[in-house]
């Protein structure tokens, strides 16, 4: 059983920064590719962000690139979103996924992913 945690989120106005970050458990972070998604109220959950176990690929999609960054210390158990410029657009509640049999490329499909967090709330007043 994989748990992730959540948390950095919050109320920011347009053009300022947040660095989310997803604790997770279990031994074998370092083998987990993961992910990054967000929903808006009404609207489906999309994928953000994704990296690969090994940190060494890393996808985003076309709106947040250039603004928002994954990264991960496999060391620490944790992967980040950092997240700069932001629009009110992009407020969403924000969620990590795991796919604990690591493919080692990032992916965008929520099917993939096993385990996500509980997400935390990204607000951006304009």
């Known amino acids: 059983q994989v748990q992730l945690v959540e948390s950095g989120g919050g109320l920011v106005q347009a053009g300022g920064s947040l660095r989310l970050s997803c604790a997770a458990s279990?031994?074998?972070?370092?083998?987990?590719?993961m992910g990054w998604f967000r929903q808006a109220p009404g609207k489906e959950r999309e994928s953000v962000a994704a990296i690969s176990y090994s940190g060494g690929y890393t996808y985003y999609t076309d709106s947040v690139k250039g603004r928002f960054t994954i990264s991960r210390d496999n060391a620490k158990n944790t992967v980040y979103l950092q997240m700069s410029s932001l629009k009110p657009e992009d407020t969403a509640v924000y969620y990590c996924?795991?796919?604990?049999?690591?493919?080692?490329?990032?992916?965008?499909?929520?099917?993939?992913?096993?385990?996500w967090g509980q997400g935390t709330q990204v607000t951006v007043s304009s």
């Open positions: 996924a795991a796919r604990t049999v690591g493919w080692g490329y990032p992916t965008t499909k929520m099917y993939d992913y096993g385990y």
């Open positions: 279990g031994r074998t972070f370092s083998t987990y590719d």
